[in-house]
Protein backbone atom coordinates (compact mmCIF):
# COMPACT_ATOMS: atom_id res chain seq x y z
CA UNK A 1 0.00 0.00 0.00
CA UNK A 2 2.69 2.42 1.14
CA UNK A 3 4.44 2.00 -2.22
CA UNK A 4 1.22 2.31 -4.29
CA UNK A 5 1.23 5.73 -2.41
CA UNK A 6 4.11 7.15 -3.63
CA UNK A 7 4.12 5.98 -7.16
CA UNK A 8 2.58 8.23 -9.84
CA UNK A 9 -1.11 7.68 -10.46
CA UNK A 10 -0.33 9.17 -13.81
CA UNK A 11 2.80 8.50 -15.93
CA UNK A 12 3.96 10.28 -19.12
CA UNK A 13 6.18 10.48 -22.21
CA UNK A 14 6.97 13.33 -24.60
CA UNK A 15 8.89 12.42 -27.68
CA UNK A 16 9.48 13.80 -31.14
CA UNK A 17 9.44 11.49 -34.05
CA UNK A 18 10.64 11.54 -37.83
CA UNK A 19 8.32 10.68 -40.49
CA UNK A 20 7.59 7.03 -40.88
CA UNK A 21 9.12 5.77 -37.78
CA UNK A 22 7.39 2.67 -36.39
CA UNK A 23 6.79 1.49 -32.79
CA UNK A 24 6.15 -2.86 -32.74
CA UNK A 25 3.31 -4.20 -31.41
CA UNK A 26 3.40 -4.42 -27.34
CA UNK A 27 1.06 -3.76 -24.84
CA UNK A 28 1.08 -2.03 -21.67
CA UNK A 29 0.53 -3.04 -18.02
CA UNK A 30 -1.30 0.75 -18.23
CA UNK A 31 -4.02 1.61 -20.32
CA UNK A 32 -2.93 4.47 -22.26
CA UNK A 33 -3.66 8.04 -24.05
CA UNK A 34 -1.57 8.55 -27.20
CA UNK A 35 -1.99 12.46 -28.56
CA UNK A 36 -0.14 13.62 -31.04
CA UNK A 37 0.37 17.60 -30.50
CA UNK A 38 1.34 17.95 -34.02
CA UNK A 39 1.67 14.65 -37.03
CA UNK A 40 -0.48 12.14 -37.49
CA UNK A 41 -0.43 8.60 -35.79
CA UNK A 42 -1.61 5.53 -37.12
CA UNK A 43 -2.48 2.75 -34.47
CA UNK A 44 -3.38 -0.45 -35.05
CA UNK A 45 -4.84 -2.39 -32.38
CA UNK A 46 -7.37 -5.30 -31.97
CA UNK A 47 -9.82 -5.79 -34.56
CA UNK A 48 -9.36 -2.48 -36.04
CA UNK A 49 -6.93 0.59 -36.97
CA UNK A 50 -7.39 4.38 -36.04
CA UNK A 51 -5.73 7.39 -37.53
CA UNK A 52 -4.74 9.97 -34.33
CA UNK A 53 -4.57 13.52 -35.99
CA UNK A 54 -4.38 16.80 -33.96
CA UNK A 55 -7.29 18.01 -31.87
CA UNK A 56 -8.23 13.55 -31.43
CA UNK A 57 -6.32 11.11 -29.17
CA UNK A 58 -6.49 7.39 -28.55
CA UNK A 59 -7.51 5.34 -25.75
CA UNK A 60 -5.84 1.87 -25.12
CA UNK A 61 -6.45 -0.25 -22.40
CA UNK A 62 -4.11 -2.00 -20.57
CA UNK A 63 -3.07 -5.32 -21.70
CA UNK A 64 -4.13 -4.26 -25.88
CA UNK A 65 -1.54 -5.11 -28.33
CA UNK A 66 -0.76 -2.11 -30.54
CA UNK A 67 1.67 -0.95 -33.10
CA UNK A 68 2.09 2.73 -34.08
CA UNK A 69 3.28 4.73 -37.24
CA UNK A 70 4.15 8.36 -37.89
CA UNK A 71 2.89 9.79 -40.57
CA UNK A 72 4.80 12.70 -41.15
CA UNK A 73 7.01 14.27 -38.32
CA UNK A 74 5.26 13.33 -34.77
CA UNK A 75 5.30 15.25 -31.62
CA UNK A 76 3.72 12.34 -29.27
CA UNK A 77 2.50 12.87 -25.86
CA UNK A 78 1.57 9.95 -23.79
CA UNK A 79 -0.59 9.20 -20.35
CA UNK A 80 -0.43 5.94 -18.66
CA UNK A 81 -2.93 5.78 -15.94
CA UNK A 82 -2.26 2.98 -13.42
CA UNK A 83 -5.22 0.52 -13.20
CA UNK A 84 -6.97 1.76 -9.96
CA UNK A 85 -7.77 4.93 -10.98
CA UNK A 86 -8.00 4.48 -15.02
CA UNK A 87 -11.45 5.33 -16.23
CA UNK A 88 -13.32 2.73 -17.46
CA UNK A 89 -14.38 3.39 -20.92
CA UNK A 90 -16.96 2.16 -23.64
CA UNK A 91 -14.11 -0.07 -25.26
CA UNK A 92 -10.56 -0.99 -24.72
CA UNK A 93 -9.94 1.16 -28.05
CA UNK A 94 -11.91 4.62 -28.40
CA UNK A 95 -11.54 7.75 -29.74
CA UNK A 96 -10.76 10.86 -27.17
CA UNK A 97 -11.93 14.91 -28.34
CA UNK A 98 -9.28 16.95 -27.24
CA UNK A 99 -11.04 20.20 -26.50
CA UNK A 100 -8.19 23.23 -26.26
CA UNK A 101 -8.43 22.80 -22.10
CA UNK A 102 -7.60 19.32 -22.13
CA UNK A 103 -4.79 19.66 -24.89
CA UNK A 104 -3.10 22.37 -22.48
CA UNK A 105 -3.56 19.77 -19.42
CA UNK A 106 -1.94 16.98 -20.91
CA UNK A 107 1.15 18.92 -22.43
CA UNK A 108 1.31 20.66 -18.39
CA UNK A 109 1.31 17.09 -16.99
CA UNK A 110 3.61 15.60 -19.65
CA UNK A 111 6.04 19.00 -18.92
CA UNK A 112 5.46 18.36 -14.90
CA UNK A 113 6.78 14.30 -14.98
CA UNK A 114 3.07 12.89 -14.58
CA UNK A 115 0.44 12.58 -11.55
CA UNK A 116 0.81 12.03 -8.03
CA UNK A 117 -1.83 11.65 -5.68
CA UNK A 118 -0.12 12.82 -2.44
CA UNK A 119 -0.04 16.30 -4.17
CA UNK A 120 -3.11 18.22 -3.98
CA UNK A 121 -2.98 20.09 -6.95
CA UNK A 122 -1.92 17.11 -8.58
CA UNK A 123 -4.85 15.38 -7.37
CA UNK A 124 -7.33 18.32 -8.42
CA UNK A 125 -5.52 17.96 -12.44
CA UNK A 126 -6.37 14.13 -11.99
CA UNK A 127 -9.98 14.64 -11.09
CA UNK A 128 -10.12 17.01 -14.45
CA UNK A 129 -8.29 14.85 -16.87
CA UNK A 130 -10.99 11.88 -15.94
CA UNK A 131 -13.52 14.23 -16.53
CA UNK A 132 -12.54 15.58 -19.98
CA UNK A 133 -12.02 12.17 -21.34
CA UNK A 134 -15.33 12.49 -23.50
CA UNK A 135 -15.52 9.51 -26.38
CA UNK A 136 -16.62 10.71 -29.34
CA UNK A 137 -17.90 8.76 -32.34
CA UNK A 138 -14.99 6.51 -33.84
CA UNK A 139 -16.54 6.23 -37.66
CA UNK A 140 -14.16 8.86 -39.25
CA UNK A 141 -11.25 7.51 -37.58
CA UNK A 142 -11.39 4.14 -37.18
CA UNK A 143 -11.17 1.27 -39.97
CA UNK A 144 -12.46 -2.15 -38.00
CA UNK A 145 -11.04 -5.02 -40.03
CA UNK A 146 -13.06 -8.29 -40.83
CA UNK A 147 -12.29 -11.15 -38.82
CA UNK A 148 -12.76 -13.84 -41.42
CA UNK A 149 -9.12 -14.88 -43.64
CA UNK A 150 -11.07 -14.53 -46.88
CA UNK A 151 -13.08 -11.02 -46.56
CA UNK A 152 -9.11 -10.05 -44.43
CA UNK A 153 -7.47 -10.79 -47.76
CA UNK A 154 -9.45 -8.61 -49.71
CA UNK A 155 -9.56 -5.62 -47.09
CA UNK A 156 -5.41 -6.31 -48.18
CA UNK A 157 -5.92 -5.75 -51.63
CA UNK A 158 -7.79 -2.90 -50.98
CA UNK A 159 -5.36 -0.96 -48.24
CA UNK A 160 -2.43 -1.99 -50.72
CA UNK A 161 -4.26 0.11 -53.44
CA UNK A 162 -6.96 2.74 -51.88
CA UNK A 163 -7.37 4.69 -55.09
CA UNK A 164 -7.83 1.98 -57.65
CA UNK A 165 -11.63 1.61 -58.07
CA UNK A 166 -11.51 -2.09 -58.65
CA UNK A 167 -15.20 -3.55 -58.16
CA UNK A 168 -15.86 -6.01 -55.31
CA UNK A 169 -16.22 -9.07 -57.73
CA UNK A 170 -12.56 -8.29 -59.23
CA UNK A 171 -11.14 -8.37 -55.60
CA UNK A 172 -12.82 -11.86 -54.18
CA UNK A 173 -10.42 -13.69 -56.99
CA UNK A 174 -8.56 -15.89 -55.39
CA UNK A 175 -9.83 -15.19 -51.98
CA UNK A 176 -11.47 -18.06 -51.65
CA UNK A 177 -14.99 -17.52 -51.41
CA UNK A 178 -18.11 -16.53 -53.47
CA UNK A 179 -18.81 -12.33 -53.89
CA UNK A 180 -22.11 -12.67 -51.21
CA UNK A 181 -20.01 -14.28 -48.70
CA UNK A 182 -17.71 -11.50 -48.71
CA UNK A 183 -19.94 -9.02 -48.43
CA UNK A 184 -21.89 -10.54 -45.59
CA UNK A 185 -18.68 -10.67 -43.70
CA UNK A 186 -18.01 -7.41 -44.31
CA UNK A 187 -21.28 -5.92 -43.36
CA UNK A 188 -21.54 -8.44 -40.02
CA UNK A 189 -17.85 -8.26 -38.90
CA UNK A 190 -17.15 -4.73 -39.17
CA UNK A 191 -20.41 -3.24 -39.30
CA UNK A 192 -20.28 -1.74 -43.03
CA UNK A 193 -20.96 -2.52 -46.00
CA UNK A 194 -17.69 -3.20 -48.62
CA UNK A 195 -18.32 -0.28 -50.22
CA UNK A 196 -18.88 2.63 -47.52
CA UNK A 197 -15.64 0.21 -45.81
CA UNK A 198 -13.49 1.23 -49.04
CA UNK A 199 -14.91 4.62 -48.70
CA UNK A 200 -13.77 4.58 -45.08
CA UNK A 201 -10.60 2.99 -45.79
CA UNK A 202 -9.52 6.24 -48.33
CA UNK A 203 -10.61 8.17 -45.97
CA UNK A 204 -7.92 7.71 -43.43
CA UNK A 205 -5.39 7.22 -45.99
CA UNK A 206 -6.44 10.62 -46.93
CA UNK A 207 -6.12 12.04 -43.31
CA UNK A 208 -2.58 10.11 -42.99
CA UNK A 209 -0.90 12.12 -45.99
CA UNK A 210 -1.84 15.23 -45.11
CA UNK A 211 -0.70 14.44 -41.74
CA UNK A 212 2.67 13.81 -43.69
CA UNK A 213 2.41 16.92 -45.70
CA UNK A 214 1.06 16.34 -48.73
CA UNK A 215 -0.78 18.82 -50.89
CA UNK A 216 -4.56 18.54 -50.85
CA UNK A 217 -5.14 18.01 -54.48
CA UNK A 218 -2.18 15.20 -55.03
CA UNK A 219 -4.44 13.28 -51.56
CA UNK A 220 -7.64 13.73 -53.52
CA UNK A 221 -6.72 11.85 -56.82
CA UNK A 222 -4.23 9.30 -55.00
CA UNK A 223 -6.93 8.28 -52.59
CA UNK A 224 -9.56 7.96 -55.54
CA UNK A 225 -11.71 11.09 -55.24
CA UNK A 226 -12.21 13.04 -58.84
CA UNK A 227 -11.60 15.93 -57.98
CA UNK A 228 -10.07 17.99 -54.61
CA UNK A 229 -13.74 20.14 -54.38
CA UNK A 230 -15.25 16.69 -53.96
CA UNK A 231 -12.63 15.29 -51.11
CA UNK A 232 -12.82 18.56 -49.60
CA UNK A 233 -16.80 18.58 -49.28
CA UNK A 234 -16.68 14.63 -47.99
CA UNK A 235 -13.48 15.43 -45.23
CA UNK A 236 -16.18 18.14 -44.05
CA UNK A 237 -18.97 16.30 -44.18
CA UNK A 238 -17.40 13.74 -41.98
CA UNK A 239 -15.08 15.77 -39.80
CA UNK A 240 -17.34 19.11 -39.83
CA UNK A 241 -14.10 21.02 -41.30
CA UNK A 242 -11.93 21.25 -44.56
CA UNK A 243 -8.52 19.71 -44.46
CA UNK A 244 -6.91 22.87 -43.87
CA UNK A 245 -8.90 23.90 -40.93
CA UNK A 246 -9.07 20.39 -39.14
CA UNK A 247 -4.85 20.52 -39.30
CA UNK A 248 -3.99 23.77 -38.16
CA UNK A 249 -6.53 23.44 -34.79
CA UNK A 250 -3.04 22.57 -32.56
CA UNK A 251 -1.33 26.08 -31.56
CA UNK A 252 1.60 27.33 -33.24
CA UNK A 253 2.74 26.91 -29.48
CA UNK A 254 5.27 23.56 -29.52
CA UNK A 255 5.68 22.06 -25.91
CA UNK A 256 9.14 21.23 -25.05
CA UNK A 257 8.94 17.37 -24.72
CA UNK A 258 9.41 15.07 -21.66
CA UNK A 259 9.24 11.54 -19.96
CA UNK A 260 8.54 9.77 -16.92
CA UNK A 261 8.93 6.20 -16.07
CA UNK A 262 7.47 4.68 -19.18
CA UNK A 263 10.30 3.05 -20.84
CA UNK A 264 8.16 1.90 -24.61
CA UNK A 265 5.44 3.20 -25.89
Known amino acids: MSNKRHEPCVRCLGLTYPPGRRIETHAHGWSQLIYAVRGVISVTAGAGCWVVPPMRALWVAAGVDHELQMRGRVEMQTLYFRPDIAPLLESPCCVIDVAPLLRE????????????????SDRARLRLLLDLLVVV??????????????????????????????????????????LRTIERAF????GMTFGRWRQQARFLEAIRLIGEGRDVTAVALRVGYRSPSAFVAAFKKCLGKTPGQYFTQATSRSPRTAGSGAAAL
Open 137 to 178: PERPLALPMPTDPRARKVAGKVLAHVGVAASLSDLVNESGAC
Open 187 to 190: LQQT
Open 105 to 120: LIVSIVMSGGLHRATP
